[in-house]
């Protein structure tokens, strides 16, 4: 089933949480509504869900104009935050419970809940109370009480936000896999932009209660719409740039040119550029000559990249660059070292005068 | 230069310690938590002794010897007299079964607005939500006394509805309805006030889960809310009852003291009392006292079981993921 969001626009008092919202969800899809907190990603969810009720615009479930209908009708499977189990229930009665309202027949309960249970691995959990869980195993168990009465939207609020990194990061392949199983479109927040690229389909970006960018996550990576979008996907040199006869010049002074596409509007003045620390390159000699001079600060070689922290004083700049570990053992650095820094990408973009 | 320095940097985890010049090394701090314990210094023993013997000594002035006089009193001659008191007087009976009429349906009409009450309050956000909770405390502030005669003004022969229902054949005053009323002002914010600290805590969330499940208003009240909330209004409800069943001053006024008709029993202790049949009123003072006891029995355990709940083996041993 696809979800269609129509120009919603919700307000809290004086604050205004969506300001005139439009997002599609294809049917089947993984959706990830990624944003700062404040950004208004929860309360779409919740406008989705039917647990608030919007200022303006319409939800559309398919071609239904569900707006108006009560959470309770929406047959939407909804995990919050901090999982809201069900404390005084049993692990089986939590699970049971939207079944159990829906007056299903005993014996099948038993069925479900009991393939739903096997599902997650944790059928010897059902006589437990949640009290006595894991975060990890109640995630889980929120999950499959929310699909038990088979909803035709499942929607997600920050679902591994309270867990630690190792279980955040099983739990989210965990999730892949469980949507390609059950091809249920899903929906979930977060503001773990690493989390949206990894397991969604689709990533809707937003900001101060308005849509930013959304797009294939791909798509949305290497075409970001603008600044936020480029800050928010984290980890960006933002470097200050001056603009002479359409080239795009580095710092106050000097002439190290960023290959970016300069805009007409700001063809001289003054802008900012985005570099992105793997479009950097590392040398020991000015190859080229349009390079900057830097001393090695910091390195940080744990991870698939080693990531290297430079101070280039002639522009008076701090610069991340990641580089490959084979490289970084090529070019042997050490900190404190003179090296050249060679941007090999750099983005501008149009300064929006609607601010 | 540092402006600039700053304009090019991006906040990197783990980078602390590049900045380290500014920054205060932990162990420079002079006071680590634990000397704050070692150090503290424990109040002489005069002292503990001292306030300990003063509390003692106010209870056992105040608490114990006053209860203990009561049934002393009321037992000076002998239980078979103590059962004749209690018993042969028919307005002493009649006195029993009005408070023992009295007592329940205030506490019902007390958890039915005490539910709605902390609902609305702790669910909704909604204009007049704070005159609503300022207007719950009123019983407490006011006097018994005065929310006596407020009934007088409002159900009197010359009170604001006292015409119409004189019209209508209707009597408020001097009648166990009137009692009831008058208890129920006094006693209602028992229910509201335990309700809403345990409601607001517990959040909405699960309500929530219930509604996206597809439960209905009843089902969500029934199984999600009530169970949730079952110890705090058992606990307001005993609170509730032990005030119901002791309530004076309001319904000293709006009965009339019509012996064997509006007695409740602390009225009736005080008739007995004024007829210099003191025998009779230690009597049923002393059960009073035991319903007292009892209250305070339950409220014990009830307490018991919120703490127990509280203290819920949370994980870790079963952390198996």
Redesign the interface.
């Known amino acids: 089933m696809s979800i269609t969001v129509q120009n919603v626009t919700k307000r809290f008092g004086a604050f205004v949480a969506l300001d005139d919202v439009s997002v599609t969800c294809p049917a089947g899809e993984l959706v990830a509504l990624l944003g700062p907190s404040g950004s208004g990603k929860t309360t779409l969810l919740r406008v989705i ?3 608030e009720v919007p200022d303006g615009g319409t939800v559309l479930f398919a071609d239904d104009d569900i707006t108006r209908h ?3 009708d ?5 995990v ?1 935050q ?1 999982y ?5 229930m049993t692990v089986f009665e939590n699970v049971a ?2 079944l159990r ?2 007056k299903w027949p005993e014996q099948r309960v038993k069925e479900r809940v009991k393939e739903l249970l096997h599902l997650v691995r944790l059928e010897e959990k059902a006589p ?2 949640p ?7 109640k995630q889980r168990i929120a999950l499959v ?2 699909l ?2 088979e909803p035709k939207l499942l929607l997600l609020d920050e679902p591994f936000g309270a867990l630690d990194a190792k ?1 955040r990061a099983e739990l989210r392949d965990w999730l892949r896999r469980f949507h390609d199983e059950l091809n249920v479109t899903s929906i979930f927040v977060t503001h773990d932009q690493e989390e949206a690229f990894e397991v969604a389909d689709r990533v809707v970006v937003l900001n101060k209660g308005r849509i930013e960018q959304q797009g294939a996550p791909i798509e949305v990576f290497e075409h970001p719409a603008n600044e936020f979008v480029m800050d928010f996907l984290g ?6 740039v001056r603009v002479e006869g359409g080239r795009a010049l580095l710092g106050e002074t000097g002439d190290v040119e960023l290959p970016a596409k300069v805009f007409g509007a700001s063809a001289n003045g003054r802008t900012d550029a985005y570099i992105r620390p793997h479009e950097l390159d590392i040398s020991r000699t000015a190859e080229g000559g349009n390079c900057m001079l830097a001393k090695v ?2 390195i ?1 070689p744990a991870g698939s990249v080693v ?1 290297v ?1 430079l ?1 280039a004083e002639d ?6 660059v990641d580089i490959a570990p084979d490289r970084y053992r090529a070019l042997a650095l050490k900190p404190g070292e003179s090296v050249f820094v060679t941007p090999k990408a750099a983005k501008i973009f149009e300064p929006d005068y609607a601010i | 230069m540092k402006d600039e320095l700053k304009n090019g940097e991006e906040p990197v985890p783990g980078d602390a310690a590049a900045r380290a010049p500014d920054g205060v090394p932990l162990s420079s701090f002079p006071l680590h938590p634990s000397s704050f314990q070692a150090k503290r210094a424990r109040d002489p023993l005069w002292v503990r002794v001292l306030l300990t013997a003063l509390a003692l000594g106010f209870l056992t002035v105040l608490v114990v010897v006053p209860v203990i006089a009561v049934f002393a009193e009321a037992l000076a001659d002998g239980f078979g007299a103590y059962w004749e008191y209690l018993t042969d007087d028919p307005d002493t009976r009649h006195a029993v079964l009005v408070t023992l009429t009295v007592a329940p349906i205030a506490v019902c009409a007390n958890i039915v607005f005490g539910v709605a009450a902390a609902w609305a309050i702790a669910r909704f956000r909604f204009r007049g939500r704070t005159l609503l909770v300022t207007l719950i405390d009123v019983p407490f502030a006011v006097s018994p006394v005065v929310a006596g005669l407020m009934f007088v003004l409002l159900f009197g022969l010359q009170g604001f509805f006292g015409p119409w229902l004189r019209a209508n054949g209707l009597q408020v005053l001097f009648t166990v309805p009137g009692l009831i009323l008058a208890t129920t002002f006094v006693t209602l914010p028992f229910v509201a006030r335990e309700l809403i600290p345990v409601m607001e805590a517990i959040g909405p969330d699960e309500e929530l889960a219930a509604l996206s499940l597809g439960a209905n208003g009843r089902q969500i009240f029934w199984r999600i809310t009530l169970p949730n909330i079952k110890w705090g209004l058992l606990y307001g409800v005993i609170l509730c009852n032990a005030r119901a069943m002791g309530e004076f001053g309001a319904v000293y006024v709006v009965s009339g003291r019509i012996a064997g008709e509006t007695c409740t029993m602390p009225l009736q202790v005080e008739v007995l009392f004024q007829d210099f049949n003191s025998p009779a009123a230690f009597a049923l003072a002393s059960v009073l006292t035991m319903l007292a006891v009892v209250t305070l029995l339950l409220k014990v355990w009830v307490e018991g079981r919120v703490e127990k709940k509280k203290d819920d083996p949370q994980i870790s041993q079963t952390n198996t993921d």
Do not use: E
């Not at chain 1, 929406?74 to 909804?78: A, E, L, S, T, Y």
């Not at chain 1, 809201?84 to 005084?88: D, M, Y």
């Not at chain 1, 009290?131 to 195993?137: D, E, I, R, V």
């Not at chain 1, 980890?235 to 200050?240: A, D, G, S």
């Open positions: 869900a039917g647990l009560s959470a309770r929406r047959n939407v499977g909804f919050f901090h809201a189990l069900f404390r005084h419970f939207g309202v829906r437990l109370y009290a006595n869980l894991s975060g990890g195993q009480r929310a038990a009465p279980v980890n960006v040199n933002k470097l200050p600060v910091h940080n990531k922290r101070l522009f008076g700049l701090m610069i991340n």
